[in-house]
C-alpha cells in the first residue's frame, strides 16, 4: 500500500506527577531504544497502575481520556489526578498533574510534550459532579485547567516552545495518528476476541474504518444529501404546489435518520447477543453431553423454523381462496350463463365469419366445401378462387386483435369455471386446514422439544459454577426476541424508503412543473449524485483494506504462530470474520495461544499497512491466558517485532511465576531470548505524611 | 481539523479510471468536498453554506449535471 513512510519515532522517557494512584513527582520511566534489547516491561500487581500509565501516554498525546469499552467513569471518584493531593486542597490552593514524554527519532529528541491539568479549590461545596477534564466526580467547587507545551525544532531548526493546543494536536496527530493509537497503544484485552469470529469482527471492521479514515467519507455522504435536501426544502418551500410535498420530505427524512440509527444500534446489540449465545453454546459443547443435546435442539430449532414456512405459505393460499376464487364463485353462474351464449352462438353460425375462427374453421373442414349459408364450392387452391379467399380472410382472423380478445376472454371464462367448482373448492379448503393443523402441531411438538432440551441442558452438571442451561435460554430468548424487532423495524424502513420516494417523485413533478429553480435542482442532482458515488467509493475502499489487512495478517500469523505448519492463510470475510485456514481452505480451530497471536498478527499487520513506525506499547498482553499458550506467546514477544519498541505491562503472577498448567514464568522465555532491555516494578509505598503512592523501580529479582 | 488518508484520494482516481461513464469533474467536485470536511473536522457550522458554494461552481459542468441526474435518481 502505498502510504508514506514515517521516520521511527519512540518514547525515551515518561515523567509522571501527581497521576492517578502516583502522589508527588519523581515517577520516572526510561524506556529501550535499542533495536536488539528492544522490550521494556512494567510489572505490578492488580490494581498498582499499570493501566494508569497506559491511559496517561494517551492523555499526554492527545489531551483526551482513553475510552474503555465496558467502564462507565462517571461514577467513580478517582480520576487523572492524585486523590489524596485534591482531597487535601484547602481553599485557595492548587494542585498540578503532569505527564511529559520525550520522543525521539534515531538521531536526537524530536519532542519534548508536557500536558498539564491544574486544579484549584475555589469555593467550598457539598455537591460532587463529574467533571470532564479530570474523567471523574469532584467537589464543584474546584476548577480545572488544562494546558500544553510542547517543544521541538522549527523549519529552520531553532528549537521553539509551542503552547497553542491546537498547534500541538496538529504536530502530535502527524507522528501519532489518534485514529491508529490502538495500534501502538494497544489493549491486550482485545487479543482474546480473536478466539471468536463474530467477536472479532467489530473489532477488526472498526479497525479498517480508523485507518482508511472512513469516517471523513461517511461526512462527506451525509452532509452533501443534506445539502441537497436542504436546498429542496428551501425551494419547495416557495412554491406553493411543492410546499406541501417539501413539508413531508423534511418529516419523511428526519423519521428516517431516527430508524437507520436505531437499527444500527439494534444490529450492534444483536451481535453481542449473539456473541454471548455462541460463548455459551461453546462452553455447553464442551461438555459431551451438552454437546449432544444442542445438536439435537438445533435440529428441533430447524424442523420448527421450516414447518413455521410451510404455514405461512399455506396461510398465503388461504388469503388467496378467500380473495381470489371465493369472489369468483359469485359470479360463476353469471360466466357459465356467458359462456353457453358463446357456444350456442357459434353453433347457430350466428357470430360473423369475420370475427370467428371457429366458423371459417367449420367451411374448411366441410365436405364436400360448404359455405355456413349452405352453398358448395370446389377445393381450387389457384389464386382468386373462393377456397384461397377464405384461406386469406383466416389467415387476417387468427391476426385481428378482436376475434383473439373474445377466444381469451372464452378461455378465461372457462378457466375461471373450472377452478371456482364448489368440489373443487371444498376439497382445497380442506386441504389447506389439514395443512395448517398438520404444521401447527408440528410446531407445538418441536416447540416441547426445544423446551425439553433447553430443561436437560440446566441439570447438566458444568464443570464451572454457571447454569449454562438457563443462561443458553435467556440468551436464546432475548435473541429471538431482538432479532423480530429488528426485522420489523427493517420492513418500516423498507416501506418508509418507499414513501419517500414516492413523495420526492411527486415533489420533483411539482417543481417541474414551475419550469423555475433549474440551478438548484441541479445542485440537488449534484449533491445526491455526490452521496451515492461517496458510498460506492468507501465500500471499494473497504474491499482494499480488508484484503490488504488480509494478506498482512496472514504473513504474520503464518510466520509466528504455534503449529503454524498446519495452517494455510489467513481469510477475512466480507463479514470482517476472521478465520485461520488449511490447505484445503477448511476453517481450522485455535487453540488459545494460537488466536492470541492472531489478534498480535492482526495488530502487526495493520502497522504495517499504515507504515506505523513507532512505539507498541501493550496493557495486559498477556490476559486471560494461562498454561501453555502463555509459554507459546511469550516465544511471540522474544523472537518476533524485531526493531519495535515493544513495552509490555504485566501482572507479578504472569511475568515472575509459572502456574500448575504448564505455564513457565515468562520472565524465563524472555530472558533466554536476550530480547529484555529493562524491567521496572511498580511499588506501593508511604509517603512522610503517610499518603500511599507508588514508586517505579528497576526490577531486581536477585 | 481530519487527516484525510492519501488512500482516499487514490483510490478515488483508480475508481473513476476504471468507470469511463462517470465524467471526471467529479473527481475535483469530491476532492474539493473532502476538503471542507478536513479543515472542519468536527465543527459543522457553516458546513452548509460551504457545500452549496462548492455545488453552484459545478452546476455549468453539463455532463456532469446531466451524468448526476441520471446517477443519483
Known amino acids: 500500500m502505498d502510504l508514506e513512510s514515517k521516520e521511527r519515532l519512540f518514547i525515551n522517557k515518561i515523567d509522571i506527577e501527581n497521576c492517578g494512584r502516583f502522589y508527588g513527582g519523581g515517577h520516572t520511566i526510561s524506556l529501550s531504544n535499542s533495536s536488539e534489547k528492544n522490550i521494556t516491561i512494567i510489572i505490578g500487581y492488580s490494581g498498582r497502575g499499570k493501566s494508569t500509565i497506559h491511559d496517561l501516554i494517551y492523555w499526554c498525546l492527545y489531551g483526551e481520556h482513553k475510552k474503555h469499552a465496558e467502564e462507565e467513569h462517571k461514577g467513580l471518584d478517582y480520576g487523572l489526578i492524585n486523590t489524596d493531593a485534591l482531597e487535601d486542597l484547602s481553599k485557595g490552593e492548587g494542585v498540578t498533574a503532569s505527564v511529559t514524554l520525550s520522543l525521539h527519532n534515531d538521531k536526537e529528541e524530536k519532542y519534548l510534550l508536557t500536558r498539564q491539568l491544574k486544579a484549584t479549590y475555589i469555593q467550598d461545596s457539598t455537591k460532587r459532579e463529574f467533571e470532564p477534564q479530570n474523567n471523574s466526580r469532584v467537589s464543584s467547587g474546584i476548577g480545572f485547567e488544562t494546558s500544553a507545551k510542547l517543544i521541538m525544532k522549527n523549519e529552520s531548526g531553532d528549537k521553539i ?50 485507518i482508511s479514515g472512513l469516517e471523513i467519507l461517511d461526512s462527506l455522504m451525509k452532509n452533501s444529501k443534506n445539502t441537497a435536501e436542504k436546498i429542496q426544502t428551501h425551494i419547495g418551500g416557495k412554491s406553493a404546489n411543492a410546499a406541501p410535498y417539501s413539508a413531508t420530505e423534511t418529516r419523511l427524512s428526519a423519521e428516517l435518520e431516527t430508524l437507520k440509527k436505531e437499527i444500527k444500534n439494534d444490529e450492534i446489540d444483536l451481535l453481542k447477543t449473539q456473541a454471548l449465545l455462541n460463548e455459551i453454546s461453546e462452553k455447553i ?8 443435546i444442542i445438536s439435537d435442539q438445533t435440529k428441533a430449532q430447524k424442523n ?172 436464546w430468548d432475548d435473541y ?40 438548484e435542482k441541479d445542485k440537488i442532482s449534484l449533491g445526491m449524485a455526490v452521496s451515492k458515488f461517496t458510498k460506492h467509493l468507501e465500500k471499494r475502499i473497504e474491499e482494499l483494506l480488508r484484503s490488504e489487512t488480509q494478506k498482512a495478517t496472514s504473513k504474520y500469523f503464518l510466520e509466528s504462530a504455534p503449529e503454524k505448519q498446519t495452517f494455510d492463510h489467513v481469510d477475512i470475510s466480507e463479514n470482517y470474520d476472521i478465520m485461520v485456514k488449511d490447505a484445503s481452505d477448511l476453517v481450522a480451530s485455535l487453540s488459545k495461544g494460537q488466536a492470541h497471536v492472531l489478534g498480535l498478527a492482526y495488530v ?28 507459546e506467546i511469550s516465544e511471540v514477544f522474544s523472537k518476533y517485532l524485531p526493531g519495535v519498541q515493544v513495552v509490555l505491562l504485566v501482572t507479578d503472577t504472569e511475568y515472575l511465576h509459572g502456574d500448575p498448567t504448564g505455564a513457565e514464568p515468562v520472565i524465563n522465555i524472555l530472558r533466554k531470548n536476550g530480547r529484555v532491555w529493562k524491567e521496572y516494578f511498580i511499588e506501593e509505598v508511604k509517603t512522610k505524611e503517610g499518603i500511599q503512592s507508588r514508586k517505579i523501580e528497576e526490577y531486581n529479582d536477585q | 481539523m481530519v487527516i484525510l488518508n492519501p488512500i482516499i484520494l487514490k483510490t478515488l482516481k483508480t475508481f473513476l479510471d476504471e468507470n469511463s461513464e462517470i465524467p471526471k469533474e467529479m473527481q475535483t467536485l469530491v476532492e474539493k468536498l473532502l476538503k471542507i470536511e478536513e479543515i472542519s473536522g468536527n465543527s459543522k457550522e457553516g458546513i452548509d453554506k460551504l457545500y452549496d458554494q462548492i455545488l453552484d461552481q459545478f452546476v455549468s459542468k453539463t455532463d456532469l449535471v446531466e451524468w448526476s441526474k441520471n446517477y443519483g435518481s
Not at chain 1, 501519532?176 to 463474530?198: C, I, M, Y
Not at chain 1, 459443547?285 to 449432544?292: A, E, L, V, W, Y
Request: aromatic letters at 6%; glycine letters at 6%.
Open chain 1, 161 to 210: 516552545i509551542e503552547k497553542n493546543s491546537k498547534i500541538i494536536n496538529n504536530e502530535i496527530n502527524k507522528q501519532f495518528p489518534q485514529n491508529l493509537s490502538d495500534f501502538f497503544l494497544f489493549d491486550g484485552e482485545n487479543l482474546v476476541k480473536f478466539k471468536n469470529q463474530s467477536s472479532s469482527s467489530d473489532f477488526i471492521k472498526d479497525g479498517i474504518t480508523k
Open chain 1, 285 to 292: 459443547r464442551k461438555n459431551k453431553d451438552g454437546s449432544k
Open chain 1, 304 to 475: 420448527k423454523s421450516n414447518a413455521s414456512k410451510d404455514l405461512k405459505q399455506n396461510n398465503e393460499n388461504i388469503k388467496d381462496m378467500l380473495f381470489e376464487k371465493i369472489p369468483q364463485l359469485l359470479i360463476r353462474d353469471v360466466l357459465q350463463n356467458a359462456e353457453k351464449i358463446f357456444e350456442r352462438l357459434e353453433n347457430e353460425d350466428k357470430i360473423p365469419p369475420s370475427i370467428s375462427r371457429g366458423a371459417i374453421d367449420k367451411i374448411l373442414n366441410s365436405n364436400p366445401l360448404k359455405c355456413v349459408c349452405g352453398r358448395e364450392f370446389e377445393k381450387n387452391e389457384e389464386e382468386g378462387q373462393p377456397w384461397v379467399i377464405l384461406n386469406k380472410i383466416k389467415g387476417a382472423i387468427i391476426e385481428d386483435d378482436l376475434s383473439q380478445g373474445i377466444s381469451l376472454g372464452r378461455d378465461l371464462i372457462s378457466r375461471i369455471i373450472d377452478v371456482t367448482s364448489m368440489k373443487k373448492l371444498r376439497g382445497d379448503f380442506d386441504n389447506f386446514l389439514e395443512i395448517r393443523r398438520e404444521k401447527r402441531r408440528a410446531i407445538q411438538e418441536q416447540d416441547a422439544e426445544i423446551e425439553e432440551f433447553g430443561r436437560q441442558l440446566k441439570e447438566i452438571e458444568y464443570d464451572e459454577q454457571e447454569d449454562l442451561g438457563s443462561l443458553k435460554a435467556k440468551y
Open chain 1, 480 to 519: 429471538t426476541e431482538k432479532s423480530g424487532l429488528l426485522k420489523i423495524k427493517k420492513d418500516e424502513l423498507v416501506e418508509l424508503n418507499d414513501k419517500w420516494n414516492e413523495n420526492h417523485k411527486l415533489l420533483e413533478d411539482a417543481l417541474s412543473k414551475e419550469g423555475k429553480y433549474d440551478t
Open chain 1, 604 to 631: 502487526a499487520g495493520i502497522r504495517e499497512i499504515t507504515h506505523t513506525n513507532t512505539f507498541l506499547i501493550i496493557d495486559s498482553p498477556l490476559h486471560n491466558i494461562s498454561g501453555i499458550p502463555r509459554n
